[in-house]
């Protein structure tokens, strides 16, 4: 009779399983998964950045899973980014990197990465991302005085940075350098009249007195011993004259298997000025630009991403009457996330 009972539980049982499981919740932004899938999308960005400064996250905007089969998934991510104080080829790594204060008059990213997660593994496919600065006139209601950022052709900005790469050659012992880009750079006009700016630079194969002798034959290092560095400098108008300059160099870098590190300088003719003129800051449209990253372009994927929408949409109308599916989880409202540091 025992054994009877038990074979009847045993024959019950894949029947009981054989309840149609609730369809998972969809992925809220702040989900450990979407946190993840941030991280990887952020370090590729700046992996994959020729221009500025790094870019860390501030939130996930939105976050779209879309099944492709078993432990094969298409995750559409848009995320909020903000401008760190390390330049692109700092070899500082994002998580010790001081996002900017938005009196230093913050730059924002917004990105759409389209990622793959196979048996676990995320990878990129595509990322679509423009950055601009805070509008001055956020900067002025909080901050009257702050000085706001110029344009990176402006000439003040120009005659102070060739002013402050002169000097520092002038005095240096090491290396002769060459300018790479400016990063930024802002002017104030009251009470003193003063141009501060950030620039990139390299390394040539030349010492000072080598290039005073002749400066049109110092290059760049080639790759295998390039030396990339970085220079603040700030030059007071008025009401004295004044120029200070310091710049550091990183020493030689070995590139990240499969990061384009050193094709992001490979126009060693130095500054680009296509890719600055009449903006105070680098756009990362400039090295992201893939629309197939963002969701509404991807063509391939419309009607699987409109039923996943609908049916998180249902399981909200049916949460607010106190339906619960079978399995259900109550969540947050998932999306956007929490922003971490501040919103502009
Ligand atoms: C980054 O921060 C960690 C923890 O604070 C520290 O141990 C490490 O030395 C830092 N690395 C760099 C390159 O600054
Ligand atoms: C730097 O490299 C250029 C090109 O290879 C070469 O013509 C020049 O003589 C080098 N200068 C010095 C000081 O070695
Ligand atoms: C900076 O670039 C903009 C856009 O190309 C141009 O209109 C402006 O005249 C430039 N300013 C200077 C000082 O060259």
């Keep these: 009779m ?11 049982l894949p029947i009981h399983k054989a309840v149609p499981a609730a369809p998972p919740a969809p992925l809220g932004c702040d989900d450990p998964e979407s946190e993840a899938a941030a991280e990887v999308a952020v370090s590729y960005i700046n992996g994959h950045s ?7 996250l501030n939130r996930i905007e939105n976050i779209r899973v879309l099944p492709q089969g078993p432990n094969n998934d298409i995750i559409f991510l848009e995320v ?3 401008e760190t104080t390390c330049p692109i080829l700092s070899p500082t790594p994002l998580a010790n990197c ?6 230093d008059h913050a730059v924002e990213g917004d990105c759409d990465v389209k990622l793959q997660k196979l048996n676990g593994q ?24 702050c000085p706001l950022l110029a344009r990176l052709n402006d000439t003040e900005v120009l005659a102070a940075v060739t002013a402050a790469l002169n000097d520092h050659n002038s005095k240096t012992t090491d290396a002769y350098l060459k300018l790479l880009e400016i990063g930024r750079a802002r002017i104030q006009y009251h009470p003193a009249h003063v141009v501060s700016a950030e620039f990139a630079v390299a390394a040539t194969n030349c010492s000072a ?17 390039s030396n990339f560095g970085f220079c603040t400098a700030t030059k007071v108008i008025r009401p004295t004259e004044d120029l200070s300059v310091d710049c550091q160099l990183y020493g030689h870098q070995v590139p990240a298997p499969g990061v384009p590190f050193l094709s992001r300088v490979s126009q060693p003719t130095g500054i680009n000025p296509s890719v600055v003129q009449g903006f105070p800051n680098h756009n990362l449209k400039l090295s992201h630009n893939n629309p197939v990253a963002s969701e509404s372009s991807s063509a391939e994927f419309p009607t699987v991403a409109r039923s996943v929408a609908k049916r998180a949409v249902a399981e909200v109308a049916q949460h607010d009457k106190g339906i619960h599916p079978v399995g259900f989880v109550p ?6 996330g929490k922003i971490r540091h501040f919103k502009i």
């Design 331 to 336: 969540l947050l409202p998932p999306c956007p």
């Design 98 to 103: 001081t996002v900017r204060s938005f009196t």
């Design 80 to 82: 909020d980014l903000l």
């Design 122 to 145: 995320l990878s990129v496919l595509a990322s679509k991302c423009h950055s601009h600065a805070d509008s001055t006139e956020d900067i002025i209601q909080i901050c009257p005085g």
């Design 50 to 56: 020729r221009h500025g400064y790094k870019f860390a």
């Design 209 to 225: 007195a080598e290039a005073k002798a002749n400066v049109e034959s110092c290059q760049l290092l080639p790759d295998d011993q």
């Design 2 to 12: 025992k054994a009877l009972v038990a074979l009847i539980l045993l024959v019950q």
